[in-house]
């Protein structure tokens, strides 16, 4: 079966530009959830959906957002680009059934501002 | 809100020995999930053990298991018979059970070094 999917792998965007991140989950997960990774902060909570719908979001600004479709597939947006969002995203997916709070992460989007 | 705390930044082990790392955490819920998860330099995050909050036995996964404490909130990980492939960045992680809406909350993490 294959993994969790992030694309693309590196992104270098510039201050106030907008960015868009893709998250393929594992096949048959309809939860998919987001995560920032920095030196300072650490592994940081931005949002999870499930069947479509944003179930949560961390304490991020509203220029972060996401959406998820119906194949479970899910994009995150960071609008007005700052450079402390120099980060690695990284998405998980879980089946929120039967391996209840497993998160199955993928490899990261690694989005450099500058 | 809650929070979990690895006070070791870095260990070292030599190969083929045993290493305990640390974690607290900190939660007024009775109904939780405690994960380890490792961070090799490929960036992906890989679960090496999971424990229920609601099971008293300790979890085990052929050479990592955990001491799961509940009353003193402690849950660290000891890592058997070191290998070179077990060099990573290891963060303790706790959700929610009942849903987990607010995602995983992880520790700083522990930057495990294997001499040869």
């Known amino acids: 079966k294959a993994g969790v999917t992030q694309t693309p792998r590196y992104l270098i965007k510039t201050r106030g530009q907008q960015v868009t991140l893709s998250c393929s989950p594992i096949s048959g997960h309809r939860s998919v959830s987001w995560y920032q990774q920095t030196p300072g902060q650490g592994l940081q909570f931005l949002f999870e959906?499930?069947?479509?719908?944003?179930?949560n979001k961390g304490n991020f600004p509203g220029r972060f957002s996401g959406r998820q479709f119906s194949n479970s597939r899910s994009e995150m947006n960071v609008s007005t680009l700052e450079l402390g969002d120099s980060a690695l995203y990284l998405c998980?997916?879980?089946?929120?059934?039967?391996?209840?709070?497993?998160?199955?992460f993928g490899n990261g989007t690694r989005l450099t501002v500058t | 809100a809650q929070t979990v705390t690895q006070s070791q930044p870095e260990m070292s082990v030599q190969e083929a020995e045993t290493v305990t790392l640390s974690c607290t955490y900190d939660?007024?819920?009775?109904?939780?999930?405690l994960f380890w998860y490792k961070q090799p330099p490929s960036r992906q995050m890989i679960l090496v053990i999971r424990q229920e909050a609601y099971k008293q036995q300790n979890a085990t996964e052929n050479r990592f298991s955990v001491n799961f404490q509940k009353a003193a909130k402690s849950f660290s990980l000891k890592i058997s018979d070191s290998q070179l492939g077990d060099a990573a960045m290891y963060f303790c992680a706790y959700r929610s059970g009942g849903g987990g809406a607010d995602g995983l909350t992880f520790g700083k993490g522990t930057h495990l070094i294997i001499q040869p």
């Open positions: 998980a997916s879980s089946t929120r059934t039967g391996e209840e709070g497993t998160l199955h």
């Open positions: 959906y499930f069947s479509e719908t944003q179930r």
């Open positions: 939660t007024s819920e009775s109904d939780y999930y």
